[in-house]
């Protein structure tokens, strides 16, 4: 990026989409890049904690496994306030699990995928909803 002149955290941030269920296995994530290390959700919120102060990540995808609801409302406390936490396994574009993830505080942020529900009426009202909330919000197509 240097030689295209182009500057780390100015010109240029970055996402992470973690798909932390991929490597969640009993209750623990295990991350084999790492020497197959176990890390508990308070212990990876904290690995991606040291990555956003290496690094200029600004928004994290799915960064615990989508039943980890106890863990998402950590991450979002100790991250919530410094980065974008999409929530898109997390919510599956439903409004009831919205709904549920936002009056626990879960996630700051949404990626509205219409495919994901069924339908495309559902869609806008949980977009709404996001809206409503202050969440970000970002739309897909299934086409990506």
């Known amino acids: 990026m240097k030689a295209a002149g182009y500057e780390l955290g100015k010109d240029v941030t970055l996402a992470m989409d973690c798909a932390a269920s991929e490597f969640y296995k009993d209750g623990k994530y295990v991350l084999a890049g790492e ?74 942020s949404i990626l509205i995928k219409f495919n994901q529900i069924g339908s495309l009426t559902e869609t806008p009202g949980c977009n709404q909803m996001a809206k409503d909330a202050g969440y970000h919000r970002g739309d897909l197509s299934p086409f990506r």
Do not use: C, M, R
């Open 35 to 108: 020497g197959n290390k176990a890390f508990t959700s308070e212990e990876f919120t904290h690995f991606l904690e040291e990555l956003t102060k290496q690094y200029p990540i600004v928004s994290i995808e799915d960064g615990l496994d989508e039943s980890d609801w106890d863990g998402f409302a950590y991450q979002t406390k100790v991250l919530g306030d410094k980065i974008q936490l999409v929530g898109d396994d997390l919510f599956v574009t439903n409004t009831k699990i919205l709904k549920e993830g936002i009056e626990k505080g879960i996630a700051n």
